[in-house]
């Protein structure tokens, strides 16, 4: 079966980095379109960023952009996602997915899910 497991989360202060992975099985992880996904305490799952098949096109949640570089190994069967300029705010529970064909913003449109990986950003 699928299999999605995040790694890398932890507990850092704000302007530290940090790099998540997603390491995927049992799919042909190439044919795949990965998302990292967020959710803090009380708050609404939030789309963070996606990354096509090769790698070529990547996906930015506008207040991300610039802090946060999502990339993917496909020889690996792995999904990163490095984190920048780390705030208090971004302090949540990270999950990645994978859906197939086109790139998308919506949780409901992606098929396998990981546990997720909390990360937690003290001031």
């Known amino acids: 079966q699928v299999q999605l497991v995040e790694s890398g989360g932890g507990l850092v202060q704000a302007g530290d980095s940090l790099r998540l992975s997603c390491a995927a099985s049992g799919l042909t992880f190439s044919m795949y379109v990965m998302g990292w996904f967020r959710q803090a305490p009380g708050k609404e799952r939030e789309f963070v960023a996606a990354i096509k098949w090769a790698g070529n096109s990547t996906y930015y949640a506008d207040s991300m952009k610039g802090r946060f570089t999502i990339s993917r190994d496909n020889a690996k069967n792995t999904v990163y996602l490095q984190m920048s300029s780390l705030k208090p705010e971004d302090t949540a529970v990270y999950r990645c997915?994978?859906?197939?064909?086109?790139?998308?913003?919506?949780?409901?449109?992606?098929?396998?899910w990981g546990q997720g990986t909390q990360v937690t950003v003290s001031s």
């Open positions: 997915a994978a859906k197939r064909f086109w790139y998308s913003s919506r949780a409901y449109e992606y098929d396998y």
